[in-house]
């Protein structure tokens, strides 16, 4: 069984900056893929960027795209997400995923182990 964990939400001001963690442990992280969603009330879930097990094999939204840059680091079993010039419309429940499986990268479906959620609220 995989545990993923994400840190680093909170509240900051448009235009601003903010990174979020994630790691994940009981498998050998760098036989994971992982991704980023994000979700607000009453909304489905939709894709952020992700990462293959290739460290240079990365997807990003189109919304995101320029601003967001996703990263790993197999050493310390980490993703990170870089988030620049947030906007209130970036405000929502970030969700890290994993996948030890094959998958199409932007599909909430293709992941098999996700955390709990981190708040990120961009107020304007």
């Known amino acids: 069984q995989v545990q993923v964990v994400e840190s680093g939400g909170g509240l900051v001001q448009a235009g601003g900056s903010l990174s979020l963690s994630c790691t994940a442990s009981?498998?050998?992280?760098?036989?994971?893929?992982m991704g980023w969603f994000r979700q607000n009330p009453g909304k489905e879930r939709e894709f952020v960027a992700s990462v293959s097990w290739i460290p240079e094999n990365t997807y990003y939204t189109a919304s995101v795209r320029g601003r967001f840059t996703i990263s790993r680091d197999n050493a310390k079993n980490t993703v990170t997400l870089r988030m620049n010039s947030l906007s209130p419309e970036d405000t929502a429940v970030y969700y890290c995923?994993?996948?030890?499986?094959?998958?199409?990268?932007?599909?909430?479906?293709?992941?098999?182990?996700w955390g709990q959620g981190t708040q990120v609220t961009v107020s304007s």
């Open positions: 009981g498998r050998t992280f760098s036989s994971l893929a």
């Open positions: 995923a994993a996948r030890d499986v094959d998958g199409v990268p932007y599909l909430v479906t293709s992941y098999n182990y």
